[in-house]
Nanobody, 122 residues
Framework: QVQLVESGGGLVQAGGSLTLSCAASGSIFGINAMGWYRQAPGNQRELVARFPTGGRANYADSVKGRFTISRDNAKNTVSLQMNSLKLEDTAVYYC????????????????WGQGTQVTVSS
């Protein structure tokens, strides 16, 4: 079964750091765009940071300079290093990726992880 599994969420004080990790597992024959989104209570899901197709990482303005996204193509993982966390970073963080799940296919399927809670306290 193809899935994205996140880890690393938790409770942290404002100004602290957390690292989120996401691993794609199952029968995967390619990974295209991969990144992180978040959703706070009452808000829509929003982009945090992402590697687009064949491009450099892009970030939401609210996290530029504080968050760093990285990926390991050999391990099918993407990570999000979050520094200088603010109260407004509190949200459920979701991993998202476009995966090729059939050998020889040119079709990509979009997957979401189950989400991991990040809570920043004062």
């Amino acid at each position: 079964q193809v899935q994205l599994v996140e880890s690393g969420g938790g409770l942290v004080q404002a100004g602290g750091s957390l690292t989120l990790s996401c691993a794609a597992s199952g029968s995967i024959f390619g990974i295209n765009a991969m990144g992180w989104y978040r959703q706070a209570p009452g808000n829509q899901r929003e982009l945090v940071a992402r590697f687009p197709t064949g491009g450099r990482a892009n970030y939401a303005d609210s996290v530029k300079g504080r968050f760093t996204i990285s990926r390991d193509n050999a391990k099918n993982t993407v990570s999000l290093q979050m520094n200088s966390l603010k109260l407004e970073d509190t949200a459920v963080y979701y991993c998202n990726a476009d995966l090729r799940i059939r050998p020889g296919s040119v079709q990509w399927f979009n997957y979401w992880g189950q989400g991991t809670q990040v809570t920043v306290s004062s």
